[in-house]
């Protein structure tokens, strides 16, 4: 189901890819000296890593996965986009930051790769591109290990109301809840400073509301450890925002009161049988 949207994005993602490898918000000068592309949430949230084998789903060219390998954890990243790929791989191999690669949509991955993890993560901007949260649950918890444990950090799904054309305020726009039919956008540009148009200029994303998130993680037998929410994001969404020197963007004059950002952790039970991600 929706195979001919996600080829559309795949496509997309083959074309940022170049793009955000150059942009200033991907900073990859600063990564390669030695700067961690994640946020004080997740570190804190996620804590201590050492020693741990961890899969990243949806990793794009990398900069998470192989943070999360500086702070020792045996990494392993998934994305569907051959570019994202094929530079994550340039990159680890440059900077000598183990890590190991895979080209796979993440609904494909149990049929190519049988290995189980301590860790799975996911991370910003991820949840949106998947049409189907059931199935995609089904895949976290089939790449656990008995007792392993499950992080999702990204965009709360309530931040996608806010209307950034109303530059002086908070105004909602749209749906939250929706028909499960994907919104299609078109734009030459991606969310970073641009240096180029895009070939492929559209993408589909799907608003998934908080309680399916919860949900397909639960019936795909996992079990919550908690759910946050939070005022902090990790972008600009709003002309009020402003980036904190942490790197969390927030909204200038004091709170915004709505929810930004989500993070999430379930573990796999030790007596769990694997849920089968067949379709
Ligand atoms: C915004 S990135 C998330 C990673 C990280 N937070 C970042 O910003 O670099 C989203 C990634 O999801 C990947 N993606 C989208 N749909 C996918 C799918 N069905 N299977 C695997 N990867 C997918 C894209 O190729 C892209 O690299």
Not at 6 to 18: C, E, F, L, Q
């Amino acid at each position: 189901m929706y195979e001919d949207e996600m080829d559309t994005n795949r496509r997309w993602w083959d074309g940022a890819t170049p793009v955000h490898y150059r942009s200033r918000s991907y900073d990859v000068d600063g990564f390669r000296r030695g700067a961690s592309s994640l946020l004080p949430l997740e570190l804190k949230e996620l804590g201590d890593v050492g020693g741990k084998r961890l899969l990243h789903l949806q990793c794009h060219f990398g900069l998470d996965t192989m943070s999360w390998a500086r702070r020792g954890a045996i990494v392993t990243g998934v994305d569907f986009s051959p570019e994202a790929i094929a530079t994550a791989r340039r990159l680890s191999e440059e900077l000598s930051i183990p890590a190991r690669f895979i080209e796979s949509n993440v609904y494909d991955l149990p049929e190519m790769h049988d290995e189980r993890y301590d860790i799975v993560y996911t991370g910003y901007g991820a949840l949106c591109w998947l049409p189907d949260l059931a199935r995609w649950a089904k895949v976290v918890s089939r790449s656990l290990r008995p007792g392993g444990t499950f992080y999702v950090v990204d965009s709360h799904p309530f931040s996608d109301l806010i209307d950034e054309n109303v530059a002086d305020r908070i105004e909602l726009k749209g749906r939250y809840i929706t028909d499960g039919r994907p919104e299609k956008w078109v734009s030459p540009d991606t969310y970073t400073d641009s240096d180029r148009p895009l070939e492929e200029q559209t993408t589909y994303a799907w608003r998934h509301t908080l309680s399916e998130i919860v949900g397909s993680l639960l019936s795909a037998g996992l079990r919550l450890d908690f759910l946050h929410e939070s005022e902090m994001g990790y972008f600009n969404m709003h002309p009020l925002m402003e980036k904190r020197d942490d790197g969390h963007w927030v909204f200038r004059e004091g709170t915004c009161g709505l929810p930004l950002t989500f993070s999430l952790m379930a573990h796999l039970p030790d007596h769990c049988q694997t849920v089968s991600s067949s379709r």
